[in-house]
């Protein structure tokens, strides 16, 4: 399927929470039960985790939510839908699930910072915000999993950047 600017791949999410758009999911840790027609993603719980799957486009949203364009993505991401609605749908059906870009150029929220072209960003914090690993104070030699290079320039908390994906694990 097509992205913005790129592959996506729908995946699953193993807990019902809601994604704002432009966030970064990784590997369900949990899963045992993946396959090639329902793969299982979920919400990072804290900075450099990884394997990276892929960056939400899209809102995934309880039906008939809505959140105005300049939402802080920390009030969507990980919140709980209201009942009866449930955003994991780990039913039979292999297309249920939030879309990920997985090549491409991605739209990320920057944790805050200075973020400038070029920088590799690795996920910053549980809501899949993005940072370098200099900004998160990673240290040399440890093993960090980017969820791409950065395009363009951010300076504040949820400024949205531009990231070429590239998931392969680096050194800082």
């Not at 193993?14 to 090639?36: C, E, M, N, Y």
């Not at 802080?72 to 939030?98: A, R, V």
């Not at 791409?148 to 998931?167: E, P, Q």
Request: aromatic share 8%; hydrophobic share 35%; charged share 15%.
């Amino acid at each position: 399927m097509a992205g913005l600017d790129g592959l996506t791949r729908t995946y699953r999410l193993s807990t019902s929470k809601q994604v704002a758009k432009f966030t970064a999911l990784i590997g369900d840790p949990t899963d045992t039960t993946s396959t090639t027609g329902a793969i299982y993603a979920a919400l990072p719980t804290g900075s450099n985790q990884g394997p990276v799957k892929g960056v939400t486009f899209e809102h995934w949203l309880a039906p008939n939510t809505f959140y105005p364009e300049d939402t802080d993505p920390s009030t969507i991401t990980g919140q709980t839908p209201p009942s009866p609605y449930q955003t994991f749908l780990g039913g039979t059906s292999t297309d249920n699930g939030p879309a990920l870009q997985i090549t491409g150029q991605a739209r990320c929220y920057a944790q805050g910072g200075t973020i400038n072209d070029g920088d590799v960003v690795v996920i910053a914090d549980a809501y899949g915000r993005v940072n370098t690993a200099a900004n998160l104070g990673i240290a040399g030699g440890t093993k960090i999993y980017p969820v791409g290079i950065a395009r363009t320039k951010a300076t504040a908390i949820n400024d949205v950047i531009l990231v070429d994906l590239t998931f392969a694990p680096l050194v800082a």
